[in-house]
């Protein structure tokens, strides 16, 4: 795949068409007076966060702020 590049005056005037020719997979280097400055590449999937991925699917025993070092562990019974 090769990439297209445009100077920084033609991204500002044509930065929605742009953009959307990145969104279909193109890669556009940005360059400055001819000297690159920006690769724009497609974003690709974005990844469902983390936070409450595991709600329901476990549980805490015991108190985890407050934990105590010096207890004994079941495993180690």
Known sequence: MTEQTVSASEFKTHCLRILDAVAQGKTIVVTKRGKPVARLTPAGPISKPL?????????ILGDIVNFNVDSEWESAR
Do not use: L, N, Q, Y
Not at 51 to 59: A, E, F, T, V, Y
């Open 51 to 59: 936070g409450g991925s595991w709600k329901g699917r476990i549980r």
